[in-house]
């Protein structure tokens, strides 16, 4: 079984560059969820994504997009770029999109200056 | 206030001492637990997950909620050196699809 796959590991961006992030999906999940987690806190929750739908969002401003595909992967795009927006960006995935346990990726880093 | 409240710790215990890891809660309307375990530079990976109160053992792990109070806790028995990383709470409610409220994260260290 292959778990959640995040790419690239880390990225180097400048402010007011544009980022997307990709992400598969644990084998048999359909749902998809993306986090970002500062240095030294939890986890907070961008959006989640059900059958190529934004099916909930957390409070993050529009330049913050997604998609999701009908194999289920995903991307996360960020526009206008700012410094408060380095982090650690995390995926799950889960076997629905109600109360299923999520299934994390190791995340991709990303670094703005 | 945060609606969910971790210690961050960092807690350093030595190796086979019981670890108590505790989270307080504001939304009553949360009903699912869980903790996760997260290793430096990796993604958060689920050790725990319990729906409303009451205890759940796996292994060495125990989780504990009690709604009343609003207080979840997990306990590592005979605890080793590769428990050593940040713990995270989380919880849901019914109708927040994917959506997890997560704590700070208590960072643990198991010295041998």
Known sequence: ETGVTQSPT????????????RCSSQSGHNTVSWYQQALGQGPQFIFQYYREEENGRGNFPPRFSGLQFPNYSSELNVNALELDDSALYLCASSL????S???FGNGTRLTVT | ?????????????PEGAIVSLNC???????????????????GPELLMYTYSSGNKEDGRFTAQVDKSSKYISLFIRDSQPSDSA?????????????????????ILTVHP
């Open chain 1, 96 to 99: 629905d999109r109600y109360n």
């Open chain 2, 1 to 13: 206030q945060k609606e969910v409240e971790q210690d961050p710790g960092p807690l350093s215990v």
């Open chain 2, 86 to 106: 940040t713990y995270l709470c989380a919880m849901s409610d019914s109708t927040s699809y994917g959506k997890l409220t997560f704590g700070q994260g208590t």
């Open chain 1, 10 to 21: 880390h990225l180097i961006k400048t402010r007011g560059q544009q980022v997307t992030l």
């Open chain 2, 24 to 42: 307080t809660y504001s939304n009553s309307a949360f009903q699912y637990f869980m903790w996760y375990r997260q290793y430096s530079r990796k």
């Open chain 1, 101 to 103: 346990p999520l299934h």
